[in-house]
């Protein structure tokens, strides 16, 4: 593991973290966001963290926040969607997620049956839009 040699190095957030290696549930899955984007899930996220809820995996935060989540994702779609290697269930996504008590947009939403069986004791919101609104 690597010592920090910089005072950048203690204050810093990892972006690099191996989840599929390291990876655990750490604190429960509370709330399930499952609309699509550009109809409330970001403010939903704000409110949910005014609440005390840490954590939200958000959106892009697979890009921003831990890019190396773009590897789960993908194997999770894959077998999902082009049947290659074992589907994701409550295992596999409280790797990916055990440090969130919630998750909303993409990528959580193309998993919302999975998400729903694996954390049966979350609750689900869906946030929506008027069609019309939404498409411009």
């Given amino acids: 593991m690597a010592q920090p040699t910089h005072f950048a ?17 750490i604190v429960p899955m509370r709330v399930l966001i499952l609309g699509m984007a550009r109809t409330g899930t970001e403010s939903l996220k704000k ?3 005014l609440m005390g809820i840490y954590e939200v995996y958000h959106g892009y935060s697979n890009l921003f926040d831990n890019p190396r989540d773009n590897e789960m994702w993908l194997e999770a ?22 440090h969130c008590q ?7 939403l193309c998993f919302a049956e999975e998400l729903i069986a694996a954390y049966p004791e979350a609750k689900v919101i869906l946030t929506v839009r008027d069609v019309d609104s939404w498409y411009q």
């Fill in 9 to 25: 190095d203690y204050v810093t957030v990892v972006t690099n973290i191996d989840r599929k290696k390291y990876g655990k549930r």
């Fill in 77 to 98: 779609l894959e077998a999902k969607y082009d049947g290659k290697g074992k589907p994701y269930g409550r295992a596999e996504f409280d790797k990916l997620l055990g």
């Fill in 47 to 49: 409110a949910l963290q």
């Fill in 102 to 108: 919630a998750v909303s947009d993409i990528p959580a």
